[in-house]
């Protein structure tokens, strides 16, 4: 019986082993990158030399009747920089006291 025992431990051992080693390779793969540092050039939207940095846009051509569509690498300056989800969602005025009254009050009589 011990020899099935040590085939067992030696398996569960060896099992251990490799969901450590995936737990390793998961870990490195998940670091986000991080942006690039900001150099001097010229920004694509406004024209003024800046400090810009490089992001990827999808761009569309419509040329004798065919259409073409890739990713272009262009350089804005932080003026010019298109804004994250997150910066974009802190720019929501807050609601007065008033306002959010008349908000329940409506979402109140919707659920009756």
């Known amino acids: 019986m011990s020899l099935f025992d040590d ?11 490799a969901w450590a ?3 390793d390779k998961n870990a490195k793969k998940d670091k986000r990158r991080e942006p690039a ?28 009747g065919a259409a073409s569509f890739g990713t272009v690498i262009k ?13 974009r969602d802190a720019d929501v005025p807050q ?3 008033k306002q959010v009254k008349n908000l329940m009050k409506s979402a109140k009589k919707g659920l009756l």
């Open 7 to 17: 085939h067992f431990a030696s398996k569960n051992a060896a099992s251990a082993r």
């Open 75 to 87: 350089y804005y300056c932080e003026e010019c920089a298109p804004k994250s989800r997150r910066e």
């Open 37 to 64: 540092a900001p150099k001097m050039g010229v920004c694509d939207k406004c024209h003024r030399e800046a400090l810009v940095r490089s992001y990827r846009t999808r761009q569309t051509d419509l040329g004798n």
């Open 21 to 23: 080693m995936d737990d």
């Open 95 to 97: 609601l007065s006291n």
